[in-house]
């Protein structure tokens, strides 16, 4: 792709401009973004915000003796005078830095194809800030209504971004695309004998229509809510773990950073040495895939311009890949996933698309029958995580389960363990896949985990 996009002049001059200044090669991210946020508590509207903002960043590389010299510049000042300056400056900046053999743009293979995934419904550009207002009301009001113990709120909101995206290069690369993301979310606090615990539920998805309906979010955060009230401290020891959907997506969050390239080339992630190696239970099968449709990590194009695609990261439990831009991919003497990730102010780095766990075939009430004794996690606290050896202790809260069934409430419980054993220790996947970000998964069960308690 090397058409002209709409509005991409400032970019288009800011790259002929860095050339001029004495760049050997440069690139340039343009971002037009515009939000719109609410947030109601009971009846009243507690926030509205919009926001609209459109940034330009400029790269230069410079050719030295050993490498490339860089610098990256960003703006919210798009007059030609000013992007004149800018680049100018970036060249400047580059010829100061130091030389490194892996920085430059990608050697060719530029994404040529521009498929519809789904980023963007037109019908939402007809969404006031009413729509949002109501839809947070909506929700509001179904949390408080399902039980009299839901007594108060942190609130209730809906949200929408909009974002297009423009990005060139000094080698001929032109291209843009725009996605959304809307979301609902509601936060109840349910009050019991002077107890009060506070739980939350969010839908999100590129499109309004997409989303599930605000009374439905205002509901199962109730319900969350509610299920909390007379939560006790669970003993210590050592039992099964079963993570629900909701939280089971902070174990995948964990392994992406660890399998990005800038983590192994780098050496801080206990996996960096594992390429190839089995590190999870054969039930384990991760997939990131920037092209899914309607994903919210989906784009055509990376933030180095190559064409993004579908990695098995790890196949049946056996670490088949790393996610890759194209200066982690030098450092490893390999080639990029078509992962690279930037904003508008800094330079390219390795991270996930989409990112998921492949379901089972179990349901979570399945699993947790199948579990005679042990903890169902539903809430997790803190970042207790250690990527560089695989440390993981996290405080949780969840329901405890004795013969097979959810019994009792409980909290104030820290859950340890190291994350390979933990990949490792998983004996059930569940086929509950939720999405509510960019890394997803199922429930899952982990054989054994050491449970702090009372």
């Known amino acids: 792709m090397s058409s002209a996009a709409p509005g991409s002049e400032p970019l288009e001059r800011a790259l002929a401009r860095v050339r001029r200044a004495g760049a050997d090669a440069a690139d340039a991210l343009l971002v037009d973004s515009t939000s719109v946020e ?10 509205v915000k919009q926001a609209r903002e459109r940034t330009l960043g400029i790269r230069a590389l410079v ?23 800018m680049a100018d400056e970036t060249a400047a900046l580059a010829r100061a830095t130091a030389e490194d053999p892996a920085a430059g743009l990608p050697e060719g293979g530029f994404a040529e194809d521009a498929p519809d995934l789904a980023l963007l419904d037109p019908a939402d550009a007809a ?34 971004d909009t974002t297009r995206v423009v990005y060139g290069n000094s080698e001929g690369f032109l291209a843009a695309y725009e996605g959304a993301t809307h979301g609902i979310y509601s936060m109840p606090v349910a009050v019991e004998n002077g107890a009060m615990q506070v739980d939350w539920w969010t839908s999100v998805a590129r499109s309004w229509a997409a989303l599930e309906d605000p009374e439905a979010v205002g509901r199962r955060a109730a319900e969350r809510a509610l299920r909390r009230l007379g939560a006790q401290q669970a003993p210590t020891c050592e039992v099964p773990v079963i993570f629900e959907a909701s939280v089971a997506r902070s ?77 982690s991919g030098r450092k490893l003497a390999l080639a990029s996933t078509g992962n690279a990730t ?23 009430d399945e699993m947790v029958a199948d579990t005679p004794r042990g903890l169902l996690v539903t809430y997790l606290f803190g970042h207790g995580f250690n990527p560089v050896t695989g440390d993981f202790s996290r405080g949780a809260a969840g329901m405890w389960i004795e013969d097979g069934r959810p019994t009792h409430p409980v909290e104030e419980i820290t859950i340890a ?29 982990i ?8």
């Open 127 to 160: 969404l006031d800030v009413e729509a949002r207002i109501d839809a947070a009301r909506r929700a509001e009001a179904a949390a408080r209504a399902l039980d009299p113990r839901i007594s108060n709120s942190e609130g209730s909101g809906a949200n929408s």
């Open 63 to 85: 050719r030295g003796s050993t490498g490339l010299r860089s610098a990256l510049t960003s703006t919210s000042d798009l007059s030609d005078a000013t992007v004149d300056r």
């Open 251 to 327: 174990l995948v969050s964990h392994v992406a950073a660890c399998v990005t390239g800038g983590a192994v080339y780098r050496g801080t992630s206990f996996l960096a040495d594992r390429l190839g190696d089995p590190i999870a239970s054969p039930q384990v099968r991760l997939i990131d895939d920037g092209r899914l449709p309607g994903g919210l990590g989906s784009r055509p194009f990376d933030g180095e311009g190559l064409p993004t695609r579908r990695t098995v990261v790890i196949d049946d439990g056996r670490l088949a890949s790393w996610l890759l831009d194209s200066y």
């Open 447 to 454: 054989g054994r985990m050491t449970v702090g308690g009372a």
């Open 342 to 364: 930037r904003g508008v102010g800094s330079a390219p780095s390795a991270g996930p698309g989409n990112f998921w766990l492949e379901p089972g075939d179990a349901s979570l």
């Open 38 to 47: 609410v947030r109601v508590r009971d009846d009243e509207i507690d926030v």
């Open 417 to 445: 363990g190291n994350l390979g054993d933990m990949l490792m220790g998983i004996d059930a996947v569940g086929n509950d896949l939720l999405w509510q970000g960019r890394t997803a998964a199922p429930s899952v069960r």
